[in-house]
């Protein structure tokens, strides 16, 4: 890889005289190891659970893990740029309440809704990414408090009993599939969102000027500003990105498992944890969509894997938590001794 | 003996936070460090974490469940199943089963402004939102209570002590407590019973001092009444697959220790019990993993019915048959019930218990006796009655067994239509 950290440029990354191949190569190398890790545990899982080879079983766990891997797209916006998205788990479960009771059993609005919640994204991600750049509060403290004021809401509409109900329109974005698919049978409706999350966001972060832009605000803010990046702009519209992933995973995990007052806790942690596994580093400056996608999946193999193997469920958290320490722990590491 | 009984518990997911700090500003601009993440390292982090840890902690949930198991306790409630309840039978909420009375003269007070004040633990749940909701709509039908005040301790035991102390302060004429837990609101709850007509109800505390306890049977029948039900559908030797929602809440436990005894003894073969932390999707992934691993699932237990529907479509979106299951009084899974014909039941924790303490209230003030500890009927939901229970028009997260179907604003007051 172009290694040019000392030097006043941006980042790698901005190199345009490379060809499509070697940058796909430079952009999955530094975080070959979630490949690595994921494809382990998927062996692991398979002699555990040999079923697990079946087209038809492996699509399930995919589909239960499309939420997650589109929460770590869109926090990767985030990260990249150099902030913290804390507030997609309280969204997920306002979209989750807020469907329910709207949408009350009448499909025929079922699509108003889903773009109300859409432009109920747009907003949060507004207001996160102005907070944070206009009013200067970090980021961390932004989301936190969006976060609280997002669930707070959605527990005082709900009234502690979330209500209504959501049709099979509705639901079926995260329930059922295209039937009859050959080979496979069942192609779940989620597994085709999150395929196409993935092309959208890994084509806007790594082949536009926006997604240049986007590493340059978190890899070197200042230098990003005299190139003439509006940082505060690019920063905003990844917040707004991110919302946007945290609606879309909403709808799917409502879909997936009905309105639930629960529904999104704990996903801001996992698909930060997700991101990291990923490459992505705290901070900004560095990360890539497929790999934090691939992290997200790894994470799920892992609860999967310790499901399977009998763990209670508390230990899902004792592992997300060493996960979080040990990549940054580690990255802070390399970072000292490659001085 | 005296059952310590809650619902539920709290199911709020405690939330970690990231260690770290953000980065700040400077260290930002400082360069673009350039590393890569030692994720095989991570990989042997696992392995050694998973095995070393994995075996301690199943040790000790099986060190649990035996601790929970109390035979005499167990053999007293299955007995109340079958004792006559005294009084209306239209009105469960004030029967009373085997009931000791004590006299309460000594609190008697003139029958005007009475103030009734409240210590809840929480409105965290639907159960706990319906039975609140059914409470203030009892309090709604005494014109004696000239004030209730309500106090909410958002599932916190720091919060509902120092609510308690607060209430204690404002000239209360009796204090109604649902506790969040038992040991930690017991001193409290002690301190009270000095000054004033103490009435505790749900969960329990661990002394005698309150002029009257409110609460079901208790969490054995609960557990009981599923497990038998199991017994009977599933052949011997069935897989069957227990769901809990949190583990250390008392009743919970005991609902699963009575459950666990009776499938012991009856030779089921209970392939996993798990805990959802009541979140739906969790339980729809569990039931999958589960029906993936073990080929096929021949009966579902659960400790609490509100999760029962994301069990029910796991076998529906593998498009397998439904196997028995036990449920709640919910109305999102008796409307499943009835309209795919399930084999099912749903044993209760009833939500009218929430009439009862304000009930008891005014018995108090006005001298009349109470019972010392006032056991009410614990119901249960089979196909023999389940049409009689359904309510379309209520939410689906509504309890059937709410008791305020004649209650004034019913059903708007409840969500309903």
């Known amino acids: 890889m172009t290694a040019d950290a000392t030097g006043p440029t941006i980042r790698p990354g901005i190199d345009l005289t490379e060809s499509t191949g070697t940058r796909i190569l430079r952009i999955l190398r530094p975080s070959a190891p ?6 382990g545990l998927l062996v692991w899982i398979t002699i555990e659970n040999p079923n697990f080879t079946d087209p038809n079983v492996f699509l399930i766990f995919l589909r239960r893990a499309a939420p997650l891997m589109i929460l770590a797209a869109g926090q990767l916006f985030v990260i990249v740029s150099g902030e913290f998205d804390l507030s997609m788990g309280a969204l997920i479960t306002l979209v989750v309440i807020l469907s329910g009771s709207w949408i009350d059993g009448d499909p025929s609005r079922t699509w108003p809704v889903i773009l109300a919640l859409l432009a109920i994204g747009v907003v949060v991600g507004l207001a996160n990414g102005l907070i944070t750049t206009r009013l200067r509060v970090p980021s961390f403290i932004t989301t936190l408090g969006t976060m609280l004021i997002l669930s707070g809401f959605a527990l005082w509409w709900s009234g502690g009993t979330p209500k209504g109900s959501l049709p099979d329109n509705f639901r079926m974005w995260g329930r059922t599939g295209l039937e009859d698919v050959p080979v496979i049978g069942q192609l779940p409706y989620s597994v085709i969102v999150m395929v196409i999350v993935a092309i959208v966001t890994a084509w806007l972060l790594h082949a536009t000027s926006f997604g240049k832009q986007v590493f340059a605000s978190g890899g070197n803010p200042r230098a990003a500003f005299f190139s003439g990046v509006d940082v505060p702009r690019v920063r905003v519209l990844a917040f707004v990105i991110s919302a946007l992933s945290a609606v879309i995973a909403g709808i799917l995990l ?22 990291i596994l990923g490459g992505a580093i705290l901070g900004g400056g560095r990360g890539a969509i497929i790999p934090a996608m691939a992290g997200a999946l790894t994470l799920e193999a892992l609860f999967t894997l310790l499901n399977l193997l009998g763990l209670p469920n508390p230990i899902r958290d004792v592992f997300q938590g060493v996960i979080i320490i040990a990549a940054i722990g580690i990255a802070a590491f390399r970072q000292r001794t490659s001085r | 003996m005296r059952a310590l009984e809650t619902e539920n518990g709290s199911t709020t997911i405690p939330r970690s936070t990231p260690s770290h700090d953000v980065h700040d500003e400077e260290n930002v601009m400082s360069g673009s460090p350039r590393h890569r993440f030692g994720l095989p390292r991570l990989l042997v982090l696992f392995l050694v974490f998973g095995v070393g840890i994995g075996p301690s902690t199943l040790t000790l949930s099986a060190q649990d469940e035996t601790q929970w198991f109390v035979q005499a306790e167990f053999d007293d409630q299955m007995r109340q199943r079958g004792v006559a309840a005294e009084g209306p039978a239209d009105q469960p ?4 089963i085997e009931p000791e009375m004590v006299d309460t003269a000594q609190y008697a007070t003139e029958a005007s402004g009475w103030h009734v004040c409240f210590s809840n633990a929480g409105v965290n749940n639907p159960w706990r939102a319906v039975g609140y909701t059914t409470m203030q709509a009892e309090v709604e039908l005494h014109p004696e209570i000239a004030r209730f005040t309500h106090v909410d301790a958002e599932g916190n035991d720091n919060k509902q002590i120092s609510d308690i102390q607060d209430l204690l302060n404002q000239d209360c004429d009796a204090l109604i407590v649902s506790p969040n837990t038992t040991a930690a609101l017991t001193p409290i709850v002690e301190q009270a019973c000095g000054q004033l007509p103490v009435i505790v109800f749900d969960r329990g505390v661990s002394t005698e ?7 079901p049977i208790g969490g054995y029948v609960f557990g009981a009444i599923g497990a038998e039900f199991l ?9 069957i697959l227990a769901l809990r929602i949190l583990p250390g809440v008392d009743v919970l436990e005991t609902r699963w220790a009575a459950a666990d005894q009776i499938f012991s003894t009856n030779n089921m073969n209970v392939v996993g019990v798990e805990f959802s932390e009541g979140d739906r999707a969790r339980v729809k992934s569990i039931v999958t993993d589960y029906i993936e691993r073990f080929g096929q699932i021949d009966g579902i237990w659960m400790d609490a019915g509100q999760d029962a529907v994301a069990a029910i479509e796991a076998f529906e979106d593998l498009g397998l048959e439904v196997p028995p299951i036990v449920g709640e009084d919910q109305q999102d899974f008796l409307q499943k019930w009835s309209e795919d014909g399930l084999t099912a039941i749903a044993p209760s924790w009833p939500t009218y218990q929430w009439r009862t303490p304000v009930i008891a209230a005014t018995m108090i003030l006005s001298g009349q006796p109470v019972p010392s500890e006032w056991i009410l009927p614990q119901p249960a939901i089979t196909a023999d009655n389940l049409e009689s229970y359904l309510q379309t028009n209520m939410p689906p997260q509504h309890y059937a067994l709410c008791g305020c179907e004649s209650m004034p604003e019913y059903p708007q007051r409840w969500g309903g239509e």
């Open chain 1, 34 to 39: 979630v490949f690595i890790v994921l494809i």
């Open chain 2, 93 to 96: 909420w004030v029967q009373m």
């Open chain 2, 209 to 215: 001092c309150p002029t009257s306890f409110i609460h």
């Open chain 1, 254 to 275: 409502g879909g997936f498992s009905g309105v639930s007052p629960d529904a999104g806790a704990g996903y801001e942690f996992r698909a930060i944890s997700a991101v």
């Open chain 2, 231 to 239: 017994v009977e559908e599933v052949a011997e030797g069935g897989n």
